[in-house]
Nanobody
């Protein structure tokens, strides 16, 4: 089994910054793409950013120039650096990872989510 644990959410004023982290643990042979999604109240979950195992990032247009995604493969961790935060960024942020174990084909796992609130 594999677990993803997020951290770093919280309350921040508009224009502020936060860094989210997500670490995978458990029966891991290799990790492919990792990503961040978010879900605001009353809205569908949406893609924020993904990053391939080789480090190539992909960001939603709404966060380009403000958010950066990176990963540390030695620690099975993906990061989301968020700056110039806006109230519209308020949501529960979820990470995911495509994980291959020794005994199973690649499986997409999700974290439990971390709340980000942007408000004055």
């Amino acid at each position: 089994q594999v677990q993803l644990v997020e951290s770093g959410g919280g309350l921040v004023q508009p224009g502020g910054s936060l860094r989210l982290s997500c670490t995978a643990s458990g029966s891991i042979f290799s990790i492919g793409a990792m990503g961040w999604y978010r879900q605001a109240p009353g809205k569908a979950r949406e893609l924020v950013a993904t990053i391939a195992s080789g480090g190539i990032p992909n960001l939603a247009d709404s966060v380009k120039g403000r958010f950066t995604i990176s990963r540390d493969n030695t620690k099975n961790t993906v990061f989301l650096d968020m700056r110039s935060l806006k109230p519209d960024d308020t949501a529960v942020y979820y990470c995911n990872a495509l994980v291959k174990s020794l005994t199973a084909s690649p499986t997409l796992y999700w974290g439990q989510g971390t709340q980000v609130t942007v408000s004055s």
